[in-house]
């Protein structure tokens, strides 16, 4: 059996209240219908172009019932689409923002209900009610995106969900190194090179700098401002979309400074899923 605790990543216990998380699934949830109002529902998403808009509200939609259902039953397994209520959603447009809308409430409401502690089945380093609030958070921010980008409506987040999302991405992608030496971010080391993103114009105390090394056995990674072999600089919300491969970095709202390459590199390699 895999020991989980020995592939933990760098901690970096999450920024947000349990409360908080819960609050902020029904929120963006609901940023995303607002996206979703009067869109083309068929147009390809052009950051998943596998997906059409409408398929990307059913992606979130069904996770977040997916793990509503891990959450009420206490799951110690992953559970199956059969056994998740109401699990495929509608065509129709409004039907589908009120599936969405009921989904997230229903979510938060059994994450809330749970508290942060509760022991769940996870695909992850962390087996807690705690992990699910927070990467349901984050899987609607970043998909969010994805819908706005398609509807081509405009798309910003506060700075504390946003760094966080950045934190919890790094931490995905050094479990995922660990996990599985056969997965792209395995190649994701090498001694002597490093990134570092700075992001701009954020609240003071927000800390929202982070520096990751390439080692010999992976990459390790903080917060903080040091000197790097590449920086990608701007406002954090952009940082954050260049970072999670959702924006270009010629696109005119993020600079590159240093070595180009090696930030290809990794946005090339740190996959997940």
């Not at 409408?54 to 992953?78: K, M, N, Q």
């Not at 409506?153 to 660990?178: F, K, M």
């Not at 903080?222 to 010629?250: M, N, Q, S």
């Amino acid at each position: 059996m895999t020991d989980t605790a020995a592939l933990a990543p760098s901690p970096a216990p999450g920024l947000l209240t349990h409360d908080r998380y819960c609050d902020e699934i029904i929120a963006q949830t609901a940023l995303l219908t607002d996206h979703l109002a009067g869109a083309d529902l068929s147009v390809t998403v052009p950051t998943c172009p596998d997906w059409t808009l409408r398929d990307l509200a059913l992606h979130v939609g069904r996770a977040h019932r997916w793990v509503e259902t891990i959450v009420r039953t206490r799951s110690a397994g992953p559970v199956s689409e059969e056994q998740v209520p109401h699990f495929a959603g509608g065509d129709d447009p409004a039907a589908l923002a009120d599936w969405l809308t009921e989904g997230a409430a229903l979510t938060a409401g059994a994450l809330r209900a749970a508290g942060p502690d509760t022991a769940v089945w996870t695909w992850a380093w962390e087996h807690s009610t705690g992990f699910w609030a927070r990467r349901m958070t984050h899987e609607t921010v970043i998909h969010r995106a994805d819908a706005a980008l398609a509807a081509k409506t405009d798309y910003d987040v506060v700075p504390e969900i946003a760094a966080d999302a950045v934190d919890e991405w790094l931490q995905i992608v050094q479990y995922s190194q660990r996990a599985d030496p056969s997965d792209n971010t395995a190649e994701l080391r090498g001694t002597g090179r490093s990134l570092h993103l700075h992001a701009t114009g954020t609240p003071v105390g927000l800390d929202a700098e982070w520096l990751i090394d390439l080692g010999e056995d992976g990459f390790t990674w903080r917060r903080g401002h040091e000197k790097a072999t590449v920086a990608l600089r701007g406002p954090l919300t952009d940082v954050l979309l260049a970072f999670y491969r959702r924006a270009p970095l010629d696109g005119g709202r993020v600079e590159v400074l240093g070595e180009r390459e090696l930030l290809e590199f990794w946005l090339e390699r740190a996959t997940f899923g």
